[in-house]
């Protein structure tokens, strides 16, 4: 049972989450306080670690949530069924695009979506940074680093290895 109710709540995220990995955070917060799979904590680290693994974050965080919940098996249900979605969506619509591309209809609907998609981005930026900024130390670990990200525009790559470090090294 446990894998039919986990392969159906992340074939509605991987349909529903469009816009990038992150948005699935909101979906995933929700799971989090429907089943108690995972905490609230525990999502915020399986933030970090899908930031910090190769591949998609959505993805990622699909395959930690499975393995949290159900082992193995799990962690392959979830994550083939947070894939199947955009698989057929992009079939689909790799189909009619020839047919679809320069219709306005289409356009109209695609550029109501991004606003939504903003949207859910920020409110799991908002939600993330509720659980993760739990002190003066980390908010000014944050700002510090969010300023040293804007004035230099270096790959962010360097900037969680920094926060790791100082993370490390501020107990935080």
């Avoid at 349909?15 to 999502?43: H, K, M, N, Q, R």
Wanted: charge should be neutral.
């Amino acid at each position: 049972m446990i894998y039919i109710l986990l392969c159906y709540e992340f074939f509605k995220i991987g349909l529903f989450a469009i816009g990038g990995g992150l948005v699935t955070v909101p979906f995933l917060f929700d799971l989090s306080e429907e089943y108690g799979w995972f905490s609230s904590a525990e999502l915020a680290d399986m933030i970090a670690v899908s930031q910090s693994t190769p591949g998609p974050v959505g993805i990622n965080m699909a395959t930690y949530a499975g393995y949290k919940v159900s082992g193995i098996y799990g962690a392959l249900a979830a994550t083939l069924s947070e894939v199947l979605p955009s698989m057929l969506v992009v079939y689909v619509v790799a189909q009619a695009l020839g047919k679809w591309q320069n219709n306005p209809y289409i356009n109209k609907i695609l550029t109501g979506i991004r606003p939504a998609v903003l949207a859910l981005i920020l409110f799991a930026g908002w939600d993330i940074a509720k659980e993760t900024i739990t002190d003066y130390k980390a908010l000014a670990v944050m700002c510090g680093l969010l300023a040293v990200m804007r004035l230099t525009k270096k790959s962010p790559i360097y900037f969680i290895a920094a926060s790791a470090v100082i993370g490390l090294i501020l107990h935080i």
